[in-house]
Every structure is written in structure tokens, then in C-alpha cells.
């Protein structure tokens, strides 16, 4: 049974339904791969051996009783983002390196009741900011299909357990494209859904009107099987919406690709920093999608120019207000000695939070303080609604809007790129959050350094089952998304 981690979602569920192998074999074999890899990729934050097993236990006993769910008993990976009762949670911050929480997020709730074996937690960028995963405080997380280069960010830990079959699928979280450009740089497919389809209770806020929880796997398929775990309203979480959730699995097929209109943003492949192999890439596949009967229509998102800066205001000043719970005296890291309670909030605050976050945080406070808040926030506030109406408006004319999900393949480790630089990479995503919208990447080939390139497909409000079913389809006619990079094909 060497190769049980080359199966899919839906063949791993029908193995232990038939008693080909125990959840305990299966988890078992992910942890020892664990074991034996994940040094190589430093993926993992925490990793739960006892607490999987047991957790396997449990589903082989529903698994024997013929009681258990669709999953039961498939392993997966959490974003150590989403609170984990009775396992740290650290957000990939010295902040709460010593953080239990109490709680379970409502993502892990679910995936817990669906008999889903929990391995471990998985690396981020600090509190997900961040789009290489290198600002991590337990270091960088390395792209399986080059350890010299990133994974993508912030969801990188994520995408780099798939990618090195360390986990079947995982959770990720996407505020600005963290779940779609690591999904791109590991060569996976990552579902970013509507605000407000994934409860965001228990997952650590960053910028709360844009965060949004979603799966990354390899395949369409793999991320509707954990969308129909994770997906639906929450009462714990005021925008989490009351509205009925597909079945994406079952809608797989459901969308004719024959008809479908895909617009071609005119301005998004025009974007200085386009990598031509990307381009190149990109527009192959959408080829593919031409053969297989859409139609390509020329379109225009004219604001595009503003999503960079927009963005960029808006996500720091919402993270400047999360973040200051962090003071030293509810959760997390504490300062040696405080001389007084201003010492104890500055000292415990400028330790443990790294370079990247505090600059956020003062960015943040500084549009929001009273005499630019004006000038700044509100103005942003208004530019987001032109963005969402810009996308609104070409939603009357196609179904779905496509996409590189970056610029470039995954970046060297240790580029050092300035800030404006690596914000500027992120040119492609952010919007999807600004307005709330779903997306989705999908591998569809690599570069000459045999790094993959991801399309992404962004699709009108409430479009996750259409989204995936296109992207199934694409997978049944193409075989980018079941290439395996090297360290993949190793065995435990
Ligand atoms: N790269 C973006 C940022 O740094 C997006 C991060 C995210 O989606 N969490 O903010």
C-alpha cells in the first residue's frame, strides 16, 4: 500500500467504504510520509499524530457500523489560521506561538463531524499577510516542485501538503488570493468562495470584510468534496449567509461548457510584470476551453489600476483594528518585566509581531486616524464600490471572467522583493475580495523551469458549483492537474 496518497478524494472514500484499507492505514501512511518528508518542506507547524489516530479510529468504527459519511476517515490539513481546540492555533505569528484556543473553528466543527482525520496544522505567512510564506515565524515553507523556490502565500503550508502528498486536500484562506496564487504556485486547484458562503467563526481575523475560508486540493473535484463539508450558514458568524448550499459534487457536470461566454479582461493581459510563459500558458488553455465549445469574449474591467492600491488601504486598515487584541494581556505572547501597562502593550506587541504586520498595522492606523480618515478609508470604500460595479457590469455580458492567478511562477525564496513589488504580484486577485466574489485556479501547465501556471476563472455571486463543474470538465479533457512534482513520487 505504498500509494494510497496517490489516490483521489472520491477513490480514498470508496477504498475505506469497501474496507480496502482502514482509516488507520491511511492515516497512518500520511503521517509517515510526514515523518519522512515534511523536513524537506517545512509545511507543517504542528503536526497530531495520537489525535489523528484516534480521530481514524472513531471513523473505522462508523466505517464498520455503516454508519459513516461520504469522507469519513479521509485525512486533511488545517490552515493555522482555524482555531483547533486543545492544538495550537499560531497564525504563523510568535504572537501565539503559545495560543490554545478553546474552541473549535465552525470550518474544523464541520469537518470533525463529517469523520474527517485532522493531521496537523499547517505553515502561513504571519497572520496571512503576506504571498510567499516566508514571513512565517517558523520559517519559510519550500514549493515541492522546487525547494529553492516559495509555495505562494499566504496559504503556502496548504498548498505545499498537497502539492508533496502530505495531505489529500487541506483547508486555505484567501483574503487577497491566498488560497488561488499558492494553489497557482503549487500547481493545484484552490476554490475561493462568495463572502460569506464558508463561516469565518474561529478562523483568525485579518481583514474581516474580505476574509473568506475555502478547500485546496488537486483536482475540481477534491475541493467540491470538502466544499460540501465546509460550505453554509453559520448563526456564529453575522455574515455568513442564510441561503441553500449545493451540492457540488453532484453538480460537477452540471454546467455546459458548450455556450459558456468566458470574458477576456482586455486590460489583465496587458499588465506590465505578465510573465510571457504565463500569458502563454494561460491563453493555451483557454483554447482548450474554446475546443471544448465556449465562446472567448473581449471585455474590459476599466478599474483595474485601482485594485492594487484599494486594496492595499483597505486590508490594512481592517487588520490595524483586528490586531489590536493582541496586547499582551487576552492572548498570546506577554513581554518579559513591564515597567508599566503602555511598556507591557508596546514591548509585547513590537517582540513578537514581525516586520510585515507592524508595517500593515501602522499603514492602517495611519488612514484611519482622524484627519486622512476621509481621505483614505472612505475614499477607498467608494473606489471598492466601482470595482464590484465594474464586474457587475460584465457579468450582463458573460458567465465567467478568466485570468492568469499571477503574474509570475513561483518566486525565488529569499528574492527579497520590496514591498510595492510583491503587492504589485498580487495585481490579479484582490479584487475578487473587494467586490466578494468566487474564484477558482486551476493548473493548466508550466514554465521552461518546470514551475506550474494557474488560470483562474472568477464567476458572478454565488457560481462555486459553476466554477468547479467548468473546471472539472477542463480536468477530464487535460492531465495538468494530476502531475506529481518529484518529492510527490517519493515513497515513506
Ligand atoms: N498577498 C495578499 C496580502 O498580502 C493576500 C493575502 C491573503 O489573501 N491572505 O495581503
Not at 159 to 187: K, N
Not at 323 to 345: A, F, M, Q
Not at 402 to 416: F, L, Q, R, V
Request: some cysteine; proline content about 4%.
Amino acid at each position: 500500500m505504498t500509494d494510497l496518497h496517490r489516490l483521489s478524494i472520491r477513490e480514498m472514500a470508496e477504498g475505506l467504504k469497501s474496507a480496502q484499507f482502514s482509516s488507520r492505514e491511511l492515516t497512518q501512511h500520511y503521517l509517515d510520509r510526514i515523518a519522512k518528508l515534511d523536513d524537506r518542506v517545512n509545511s507543517y507547524v504542528t503536526v497530531t499524530p495520537e489525535y489523528a489516530l484516534a480521530q481514524a479510529d472513531a471513523a473505522d468504527n462508523l466505517l464498520k457500523n455503516g454508519t459513516a459519511g461520504t469522507l469519513a476517515g479521509v485525512p486533511l490539513a488545517h490552515k493555522d489560521i482555524f482555531c483547533t481546540q486543545g492544538i495550537k492555533t499560531s497564525a504563523g505569528s510568535k504572537m501565539l506561538d503559545n495560543f490554545i484556543s478553546p474552541y473549535d473553528a465552525t470550518v474544523v466543527a464541520k469537518a470533525k463531524a463529517a469523520g474527517l482525520v485532522t493531521l496537523g496544522k499547517v505553515n502561513m505567512d504571519e497572520f496571512a499577510m503576506g504571498s510567499t510564506s516566508e514571513s512565517s515565524f517558523y520559517g519559510a515553507t519550500k514549493n515541492p516542485w522546487n525547494l529553492e523556490h516559495v509555495p505562494g502565500g499566504s496559504s503556502g503550508g496548504s498548498a505545499a501538503v498537497v502539492a508533496a502528498d502530505l495531505a489529500p486536500f487541506a483547508t486555505g484562506t484567501d483574503t487577497g488570493g491566498s488560497i488561488r496564487q499558492p494553489a497557482s504556485f503549487c500547481g493545484l486547484t484552490g476554490l475561493k468562495p462568495t463572502y460569506g458562503r464558508v463561516s469565518r467563526f474561529g478562523m483568525i481575523a485579518f481583514a474581516s470584510s474580505l476574509d473568506q475560508g475555502g478547500p485546496m486540493a488537486r483536482s475540481a473535484e477534491d475541493c467540491a468534496f470538502l466544499m460540501n463539508t465546509i460550505a453554509g450558514h453559520d448563526a456564529k458568524d453575522s455574515t455568513s449567509i442564510n441561503k441553500e448550499v449545493d451540492d457540488y459534487v453532484a453538480n460537477l457536470n452540471a454546467t455546459a461548457v458548450k455556450g459558456l461566454r468566458i470574458g477576456i479582461p482586455k486590460q489583465y493581459f496587458n499588465v506590465q510584470g505578465l510573465d510571457a510563459e504565463v500569458k502563454a500558458r494561460v491563453e493555451e488553455s483557454l483554447k482548450t476551453l474554446e475546443n471544448m465549445g465556449a465562446i472567448l469574449v473581449e471585455i474590459d474591467l476599466n478599474m483595474t489600476e485601482a485594485y492594487v492600491p484599494t486594496y492595499y488601504l483597505i486590508a490594512p486598515a481592517e487588520a490595524s483594528s483586528n490586531l489590536s487584541r493582541y496586547d499582551g494581556v487576552r492572548y498570546g505572547y506577554r513581554c518579559e518585566n513591564p515597567k508599566d501597562i503602555l511598556d507591557l502593550h508596546k514591548r509585547s506587541r513590537s517582540e513578537a509581531f514581525g516586520a510585515e504586520v507592524q508595517r500593515r498595522i501602522l499603514i492602517g492606523t495611519y488612514a484611519l486616524s482622524a484627519g486622512y480618515y476621509d481621505a483614505y478609508y472612505v475614499k477607498a470604500q467608494k473606489v471598492r464600490r466601482l470595482i464590484q460595479q465594474d464586474f457587475l457590469t460584465a457579468f450582463e455580458n458573460v458567465d465567467v471572467i478568466a485570468a492568469p492567478s499571477a503574474p509570475t511562477t513561483a518566486y525565488k525564496i529569499g528574492a527579497n522583493l520590496s514591498p510595492t513589488e510583491m503587492y504589485l504580484g498580487d495585481i490579479y486577485t484582490l479584487a475578487v475580495n473587494l467586490a466578494g466574489l468566487p474564484a477558482i485556479n486551476a493548473p493548466v501547465g508550466f514554465d521552461k523551469d518546470s514551475l506550474p501556471v494557474g488560470l483562474q476563472l472568477i464567476g458572478n455571486y454565488w457560481s462555486e458549483s459553476q466554477l468547479l463543474s467548468i473546471v472539472h470538465q477542463y480536468q477530464q479533457n487535460t492531465d495538468w492537474h494530476t502531475k506529481r512534482a518529484t518529492i510527490a513520487e517519493e515513497n515513506a
